[in-house]
């Protein structure tokens, strides 16, 4: 089954537009929208799109954006994302993804679109493949600070989408992301300790957006877990990388998170069922070693080369 275009071409406003999830979807949403981008730092894509800077957080920059936008839908990526300076200071982490995003979204029009990224840490993490039905129970601030933010979308419009994820991918290379920080490691043969318990169901940003395309076509809302089709270890995830990118395995070291002190108390299990996802799509889910041959493909191509169209992806 291949994803069906928008009806007509909608105006798509993403925020964040400059990290990794939020450029794949810039990249990827623009053969079939008029998407604007909104973020503090510069565009970097290959292909020029039209981007907006400044920040959120200010009250006026916030109103006067969307005004002006006049989006269709929003889809809001911006977030602090880095577990432990969210442990660090709390009040940052509320205001970044609690309060932001409560304000972004009393904003935006009413009957429009809003989606809101969220995270496989909002569990306590101890069973596997938790689904949309599992009350969130989050261990960390980050985690925390995520499902106010997801509270705030459901209070403020019923014309949402709630999605939970965990991607890999290449990045503008401001931040170093866990598979870029992997790949190196592997390509260098340097040391790299890998937990054997804990486990997450990771997507490779291009598949995610794929399939995030195909809920954004539908008339799909509310809450979806959106992930890899199996649960991994990060070392087993690791020694994937390792086979699919054809490195020696010699300099993987297998650990516990319980030998690694850590300012936030992770969860050891985020592993999310996605099977919500593929009864409303008709999609499939990304297998990961197909996913992890798409992530070493892409690493020198440019940002719009990256994966293929959609329609020639989802089945």
């Known amino acids: 089954m ?6 007509s071409k909608p105006t798509v406003l993403i925020t964040g537009a400059c990290g990794l999830l939020g450029a794949h979807l810039m990249a990827g949403l623009s053969r079939q929208a008029h998407v604007v981008g909104v973020d503090r730092n510069p565009w970097w894509g290959d292909v020029p799109l039209e981007m907006l800077r400044g920040d959120l957080a200010e009250p006026d920059f916030l109103q006067e954006t969307v005004r002006a936008v006049a989006p269709d839908i929003v889809i809001h ?56 039905q599992d009350p969130p129970c989050p261990r960390t601030v980050y985690g925390r600070s995520k499902v106010h933010g997801e509270w705030d979308v459901v209070l403020t419009t019923r014309n949402h989408l709630i999605v939970r994820t965990n991607f890999y ?62 649960r991994l270890s990060k070392h087993a995830f690791g020694l994937l990388m390792a086979e699919a990118g054809g490195f020696s395995t010699a300099s993987i070291r297998a650990g516990s998170m319980d030998q690694v002190p850590s300012k936030a108390q992770r969860p050891k299990d985020m592993s999310l069922s996605s099977e919500r996802f593929v009864h409303l799509t008709g999609c499939d889910l990304p297998e990961a070693r197909a996913g992890l041959r798409r992530f070493l493909d892409d690493r020198n191509r440019p940002l719009s080369a990256r994966g293929t169209p959609a329609e020639a992806r989802v089945a």
């Open 169 to 230: 991918g290449w990045s503008s290379g401001r931040k170093t992301t866990f598979g870029e920080w992997l790949y190196r490691a592997l390509e260098h043969r340097e040391p790299a300790t890998l937990f054997t318990d804990c486990f997450f169901t990771p997507i490779y940003v291009v598949d995610l957006v794929e399939r995030l395309t195909r809920l954004l076509e539908g008339p799909f809302r509310g809450l979806v877990h959106l992930g890899g089709r199996e």
């Open 77 to 132: 990526c911006a977030a602090l994302t880095d577990v432990d300076a969210c442990e660090q200071d709390p009040a940052r982490a509320y205001a970044a993804n609690a309060t932001l995003t409560r304000h972004l979204v009393r904003a935006v029009p009413e009957g429009r679109l809003t989606v809101y990224l969220s995270t496989d840490g909002v569990f306590q993490g101890n069973q596997p493949l938790a689904t949309e």
């Open 2 to 7: 291949g994803v069906e275009p928008f009806m």
